[in-house]
Nanobody, 123 residues
Framework: QVQLVESGGGLVQAGGSLRLSCTAS????????GGWFRQAPGKERELIAAISWSGGSTYYADSVKGRFTSSRDNAKDTVYLQMNSLKPEDTAVYYC????????????????WGKGTLVIVSS
């Protein structure tokens, strides 16, 4: 059974940093693109970052561009999201997913999802 498990969330002050990890079990991540979504209270889930299977291409939503960086280590079946200069509006549950990479839309055809990790940014 395939599982994606996110970790690294927590409480951080505005301007701080966190690094989220998403590790797969039951299958290898090396052939899949990975994406990071977030859902804030009362809002829809949105894609904020995606990375191709090789790590050679990345996509970012305008809201996080220049602050967040996605990377991956296929040997560890893990995708990362480095979040810098965090703002209170970044507060959300962050989910990782696997799928297909697109330079235009980031990630599509998502097949597996993690259960999420909570990030709270205090002002």
């Amino acid at each position: 059974q395939v599982q994606l498990v996110e970790s690294g969330g927590g409480l951080v002050q505005a301007g701080g940093s966190l690094r989220l990890s998403c590790t797969a079990s039951g299958r290898t991540l090396s052939s899949s693109a990975g994406g990071w979504f977030r859902q804030a209270p009362g809002k829809e889930r949105e894609l904020i970052a995606a990375i191709s299977w090789s790590g050679g291409s990345t996509y970012y939503a305008d809201s996080v561009k220049g602050r967040f960086t996605s990377s991956r280590d296929n040997a560890k079946d893990t995708v990362y999201l480095q979040m810098n200069s965090l703002k209170p509006e970044d507060t959300a549950v962050y989910y990782c997913a696997t799928g297909y990479y697109s330079d235009y839309s980031g990630l599509y055809g998502m097949d597996y999802w993690g259960k999420g990790t909570l990030v709270i940014v205090s002002s």
